[in-house]
């Protein structure tokens, strides 16, 4: 792998979970609770729904990033050579996509649906369940990069 490959593979890892995690703080510790502060659910709810639903296709095109990235470094030192820290950031962001998936998948289109039927109780309900799920994503995100950043000494 020449130098340059190496360089991209290592930005398009970064870039990913600057993506992703600086996504999240912003969802999480400014949109919502200021959104929560000015606005009542009929105005809210839909403006969080259309703010995740752009940020969850920009998520994914992150975690796309994220994983083939990270293979193909893994690949380039193989699992018996890699560092701890890089088992821990596999297995962490593994598991981060997977619940990345669930909530793409399973739990937003019931936001969507209940948004786009004015049923707000549910949108709200089905909001709080992804600001939980995208909570334990944000400290996986920081034990991740903290395990990236030990395993390099």
Not at 15 to 29: D, K, P, S, T
Not at 85 to 103: K, N
Not at 110 to 122: E, F, H, K, P, T
Request: proline share 5%.
């Amino acid at each position: 792998m020449t130098p340059l490959v190496h360089a991209a593979l290592v930005f398009a890892h970064l870039a990913g979970a600057i993506v992703w995690l600086g996504g999240m703080v912003f969802a999480h510790f400014a949109l919502r609770p200021a959104a929560v502060l000015v606005l009542e659910p009929p105005v809210r709810l839909p403006l969080m729904a259309q703010a995740l639903g752009r940020f969850f296709r920009l998520v994914a095109v992150a975690v796309v990033a994220i994983v083939v990235s990270g293979w193909v470094l893994l690949a380039r030192v193989g699992m018996a050579h890699a560092p701890v820290g890089w088992h821990v950031m596999l297995a962490l962001g593994l598991v981060m996509a997977g619940i990345f998936v669930f909530i793409y998948a399973r739990l937003f289109p019931v936001l969507v649906r209940a948004v786009a039927a004015q049923q707000w109780q549910v949108a709200a309900g089905s909001l709080n369940r992804i600001r939980g799920l995208v909570f334990v994503n944000l400290c996986l995100g920081f034990v991740t990069v903290a395990s990236a950043v030990l395993a390099r000494g």
